[in-house]
């Protein structure tokens, strides 16, 4: 399974910014879908997850403000951040996983796409 993310960028605080991974290599209506960042010096962590069958999941710190989607018929899954403030700085991964339970170890992964949330 390959994975690329895109998106990233330089946004103001309060700002939104947008997403994508394409999915290739495995029927995409298998994979349940997450995205993690990681910022400087700190561990990575879940941000959000859309599973086979749609239903969502979202990390506390971001729930309310990112929405993630999927779009089976183009093999992508989006991330859409509204009200970016600088904590949300780091570099974001889209994984892929045939098992609901899949620990982050055993997931497909993507490169990561830088997003800088500075004034």
């Known amino acids: 399974v390959q994975l690329q993310a895109s998106g990233g960028g330089l946004v103001p605080p309060g700002g939104s910014l947008r997403l994508s991974c394409a999915v290739s290599?495995?029927?995409?209506?298998?994979?349940?879908m997450n995205w993690f960042r990681q910022a400087p010096e700190k561990e990575r962590e879940f941000v959000a997850r859309?599973?086979?069958?749609?239903?969502?999941n979202y990390a506390d710190s971001v729930k309310g403000r990112f929405t993630v989607s999927r779009d089976n018929a183009k093999g992508t899954v989006a991330l859409q951040m509204n009200s970016l403030n600088p904590e949300d700085t780091a570099v974001y991964y889209c994984?892929?996983?045939?098992?609901?339970?899949?620990?982050?170890?055993?997931?497909?992964w993507g490169q990561g796409t830088l997003v800088t949330v500075s004034s």
């Open positions: 290599g495995r029927p995409f209506r298998e994979l349940h």
């Open positions: 994984a892929a996983s045939t098992i609901l339970t899949a620990t982050p170890s055993s997931m497909y």
């Open positions: 859309v599973t086979r069958s749609g239903a969502t």
